[in-house]
């Protein structure tokens, strides 16, 4: 199993910066596939980025594209998400999740995790 609590959130301007951060408990970090995911007010959860396990490569939804950037830190057991050039359509709690399974194809679907963290709150305001 493994434990997931993110940090960092905030409110910011539009075209502002914050960088999340999730640090996770537990073994063989390495072994999970780390994702982020948002829900914004009266929205289904959205994905955002994901790194799969045994790998270091991002993926992002074209939402965020270029604007956010995903890493990963197996020493440290944490995973970061740096966003730039925020839009009020950001604005979200966002989610740190974690599969021990290789996700393949559902990285981007909620039920492929079975650990979430809390959540931090990001809001983008003009």
């Known amino acids: 199993q493994v434990q997931l609590a993110e940090s960092g959130g905030g409110s910011v301007q539009t075209g502002g910066s914050l960088s999340l951060s999730c640090a996770a408990s537990?073994?063989?970090?390495?072994?999970?596939?780390m994702s982020w995911f948002r829900r914004a007010p009266g929205k289904e959860r959205e994905f955002v980025a994901a790194?799969?396990?045994?790998?270091?490569?991002?993926i992002y939804a074209d939402s965020v594209k270029g604007r956010f950037a995903m890493s990963r830190d197996n020493t440290a057991q944490t995973v970061k998400l740096q966003m730039n050039s925020l839009r009020a359509e950001d604005t979200a709690v966002y989610y740190c999740?974690?599969?021990?399974?290789?996700?393949?194809?559902?990285?981007?679907?909620?039920?492929?995790?079975?650990?979430w963290g809390p959540g931090t709150q990001v809001t983008v305001s003009s």
């Open positions: 790194i799969r396990r045994y790998n270091s490569n991002p």
């Open positions: 999740a974690a599969s021990g399974s290789e996700i393949l194809s559902r990285v981007g679907v909620p039920d492929a995790y079975p650990y």
């Open positions: 537990g073994q063989s970090f390495r072994s999970y596939s």
